[in-house]
């Protein structure tokens, strides 16, 4: 009895949860949470984590679209303005 339990002692490795802190025995190197609960909860606030991260980006995007668009106007009404002062001069 004493020798069973010396091997399960030895097999359950002290690990600490990357999603609440707590110390936990794991049975293996690569467990990580000491729960579902806490996995789950932990790639749940990931994803959430990226999701903010795409939806920065996405505001950057629009806000580069607004730009070429204001300099695409700008450009065009600069040419329409020369085409405008050509004529007048070859008039
Ligand atoms: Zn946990």
Redesign the pocket.
Known sequence: MEANYEKTQKRLINKT??????E?EAKSHRAK???D??RFAYHQRERRRKEKKMSWIKKLDSKHWTMIGIIFVLVAFIIGLLILLNNLAAG
């Open positions: 949860c990357l999603n609440c802190g707590n936990f949470f000491c729960s609960k806490c």
